[in-house]
Nanobody
Framework: QVQLVESGGGLVQAGGPLRPSCAASGRTFSSYALGWSRQVPGKERAFVAAITRSSNTYYADSAKGRFTISRDNAKNTTYLQMNSLNPEDTAVYYC?????????????????WGQGTQVTVSS
């Protein structure tokens, strides 16, 4: 089990960047597949981006070309660089960790979740 804590959310103007991060506890961070998802009130949580243990990445169509997921195993941290933000990106962003060698897009594939960080994009 790994504990995850997101930070770096906030308020940003449309077109601007933001880089939430997610710090993990535990010694086996490098063995986890990681992902970011987001949720708006009244809707199900939606996949955003994923990264494998070997740093292969996969993105939702809404994130392709604008968002970049990365990981720093030395710091037990994953990042989500978000550029060209628009108001439709406003959501609570969650990071997650799962056991496996692939990238994952479903909530059920992840074992541990952070508490979320709010991202608000103003028009």
């Amino acid at each position: 089990q790994v504990q995850l804590v997101e930070s770096g959310g906030g308020l940003v103007q449309a077109g601007g960047p933001l880089r939430p991060s997610c710090a993990a506890s535990g010694r086996t961070f490098s063995s986890y597949a990681l992902g970011w998802s987001r949720q708006v009130p009244g809707k199900e949580r939606a996949f955003v981006a994923a990264i494998t243990r070997s740093s292969n990445t996969y993105y939702a169509d809404s994130a392709k070309g604008r968002f970049t997921i990365s990981r720093d195993n030395a710091k037990n941290t994953t990042y989500l660089q978000m550029n060209s933000l628009n108001p439709e990106d406003t959501a609570v962003y969650y990071c997650a960790a799962g056991i496996g060698s692939y990238w994952y897009t479903r909530d059920i594939d992840y074992n541990d979740w952070g508490q979320g960080t709010q991202v608000t994009v103003s028009s």
